[in-house]
């Protein structure tokens, strides 16, 4: 029998017995003390619309407001659970069947999230917020160990759910009626634009994913990429494409970490890598872009980012991002002012990642048969949390989108207005 249907077993066991005995004062004082706990769950959580249902039929609703969702807690081992750890135990025990949702899942997420006390203000919310502490440093072997956890997963499985040339990382949408696969090249336009690429040049891209940013570098503005990259799974893919859209002797996927990054050029991109990075380790991404730059040279680092330095949640650090670290503004300069870049811009994209993860969510609603025919019950509920609580996370304030421009403090080669990455439409490279 497995751990699940033990704690259903037993849940039932000793409620059966309690409607059994003798002593009905005892069953009066369990379902008092139940929904006392219940309530004071609601109350730590800042008292949000929501209405908790025990096994048993108990409910307990957040005073003078109408319930944006149902929350099931299907057996006793569930409800201890997820008062003693919430943050790790929701997720655990919604992937397991112990706790569903009814109404939208993203919505009743967000309402939590707003809900929480911000940093500082103690109760739960500090828990939940506490000060940032790197977990796991990322050596080059843990890197790989992670990569391979999240990326690897297989090529079909996010092929499901994503856009045609399979970019997992925010879009950029110049209206919120556009669509995803729009908004991707607008935001692979976005980048480019603002690193001012002109045909000939050179870009080293740490951290490639499917190859989809250094492909459109090469076409359409004519520069020769290196791409670096430790999934084996993404490089592939991008090396097939390269080979099939005839830009292989443009464009180089190298399958190595950022730490070894070689040679000089005349811009730098990261774009979804840092969260992988570490804080520990920015100091090494500082010097690999230090010593890969020319005199001239620039870069954009985009992240996924934070208002303040806290924890990735256990859950999603857990099943979802081992080692993963999304940074605060202040965390991200380490990796910038002890070479003494400049930063030119810094952009946040909050909501466009919001409405990115909207079409990701509903397309992956779509395809859930086809990824329990991959893998399991189990691993769409994991999967349809994740992208519900990013969803929410983005929607709410708690996650942000950083773009950071820079370059050498030196170089007096930088946009005098932002007008050529807002304004000027986009005109193929002659080569």
């Given at each position: ?86 943050e790790l135990q929701f997720g655990e025990m919604y992937t397991a069947g112990r706790i569903d949702v009814e109404g939208d899942l993203a919505r009743f ?112 503005y004519g520069v020769t990429v290196k791409a670096y990259n430790i999934s084996k799974e993404q490089l592939a893919l991008a090396r097939e494409r390269a ?95 002890p070479f003494a870049f400049s930063v030119l811009d810094v952009e946040n994209l909050r909501l466009h990642y919001a409405k990115t993860l909207e079409h ?72």
């Amino acid at each position: 029998m497995s751990q699940v249907q033990t704690d259903r077993a037993e849940g039932g066991r000793q409620f059966a017995m309690q409607k059994k005995g003798p002593r009905p004062g005892l069953i009066d004082r369990a379902f008092a003390a139940e929904r006392l706990l219940l309530g004071r769950m609601l109350e730590s959580l800042g008292n949000p619309p929501l209405q908790l249902v025990l096994w048993d039929g108990q409910e307990v609703t957040a005073p003078a407001q109408e319930p944006v969702a149902r929350v099931l807690i299907r057996d006793r081992g569930a409800l201890l659970k997820l008062i003693a750890q919430p943050e790790l135990q929701f997720g655990e025990m919604y992937t397991a069947g112990r706790i569903d949702v009814e109404g939208d899942l993203a919505r009743f997420l967000e309402t939590v999230f707003r809900a929480l006390p911000r940093y500082g203000q103690g109760g739960l919310g500090q828990k939940l917020l506490a000060p940032f502490q790197d977990s796991q440093r990322n050596t080059l072997l843990r890197a790989q160990h992670n990569v391979h956890h999240h990326y690897d997963i297989g090529n079909d499985f996010y092929r499901l759910w994503l856009d045609q040339q399979m970019v997992y990382t925010c879009a950029y949408f110049p209206n919120p009626n556009t669509g995803l696969e729009e908004a991707q090249i607008a935001k692979l336009d976005h980048v480019c634009r603002k690193l001012r690429l002109k045909a000939g040049e050179t870009v080293v891209e740490a951290g490639c994913g499917w190859g989809a940013l250094a492909l459109h570098m090469a076409k359409r503005y004519g520069v020769t990429v290196k791409a670096y990259n430790i999934s084996k799974e993404q490089l592939a893919l991008a090396r097939e494409r390269a080979q099939r859209e005839g830009l292989d002797d443009r464009v180089e996927f190298i399958e190595d970490d950022y730490r070894n990054l070689r040679g000089e050029y005349d811009a730098f991109v990261s774009v979804g890598m840092l969260e992988h990075v570490g804080t520990e380790h920015y100091r090494e991404l500082g010097s690999a872009i230090d010593r890969s730059l020319k005199a001239n040279g620039r870069g954009l680092l985009h992240s996924i980012g934070l208002d303040f330095p806290r924890p990735l949640d256990a859950w999603t650090q857990r099943h979802i991002f081992p080692g993963a670290c999304p940074p605060s503004l202040s965390q991200m300069m380490d990796i910038l002012e002890p070479f003494a870049f400049s930063v030119l811009d810094v952009e946040n994209l909050r909501l466009h990642y919001a409405k990115t993860l909207e079409h990701w969510l509903q397309r992956y609603e779509a395809a859930s048969d086809s990824v329990a025919a991959m893998f399991d019950a189990g691993f769409v509920r994991t999967w349809r949390l994740y992208l519900a609580g990013s969803l929410a996370a983005f929607r709410a304030g708690n996650m942000q989108l950083f773009q950071v421009l820079f370059s050498r403090s030196r170089n007096n080669q930088i946009p005098w207005t932002r007008d050529a990455s807002w304004e000027t439409p986009w005109k193929p490279a002659t080569h």
